[in-house]
């Protein structure tokens, strides 16, 4: 956790892709809750061009991965991805592209 959030801080997105995906292998190899979908959605990522990292969200077994994509790449990945998943696993995936922000903040 220190390490991906001196690796932010830092603007290392290399660094933090790469802890990015060293979580999820240990999510699926130490935890055993991912599942082959998720897998194949992240492996699948790390081939698309202007990846750093990606990894399974949420409760695991199912569900979503976050990719950390250049922002300049970030269509052609979401085109890539679904088109890969797809065609890997005949199901047809909901990409969302995302933009970071600087969350809630007090107004007044």
């Known amino acids: 956790m220190v ?4 690796a932010l801080q830092s603007g290392d ?3 933090f892709g790469h802890l990015m995906y060293r979580s999820h292998a240990s999510l699926r190899d130490d935890y055993e809750v991912s599942c082959a979908e998720l897998d194949t959605m992240v492996e699948l990522a ?3 061009p ?18 950390l994509v ?4 970030a269509d052609e990945f979401a085109t890539n991805l679904r088109r890969e998943y797809y065609l890997f696993m005949g199901k047809e995936p909901t990409v969302s ?12």
């Open 3 to 6: 390490a991906g959030a001196q």
């Open 13 to 15: 997105a290399e660094r």
């Open 46 to 48: 790390l081939k698309q």
């Open 50 to 67: 202007g990846i750093y990292g990606s990894r399974m969200t949420g409760a695991g077994f199912g569900g979503c991965t976050v990719s």
């Open 70 to 73: 250049a922002h300049v790449r």
């Open 97 to 108: 592209v995302c933009h970071a922000s600087n969350g809630a903040q007090t107004v007044g």
